[in-house]
């Protein structure tokens, strides 16, 4: 299990990283927007990306 997890981590570096490398400027702004977007909503968005991702590996495994 704990090599399933490590994998996941490294594959979330991997999605994540692709962003600021094909496109610095973009990024950089997106994270301006972010920055501007209050807790209580941030909160919101997490848990609904929380929620599709749980909901897409039950349905995947």
């Keep these: 299990m704990l090599k399933d997890v490590a994998t996941a981590i490294c594959l979330m570096l991997v999605l994540e990283g692709i962003m600021p490398f094909l496109s610095p400027s973009r990024w950089r ?27 897409a590996l039950f349905f995947i495994r």
């Design 29 to 55: 702004s997106m994270v301006e927007v972010i920055a501007t977007v209050d807790d209580r909503k941030m909160r919101r968005i997490g848990l609904l990306s929380m929620t599709i991702g749980a909901v």
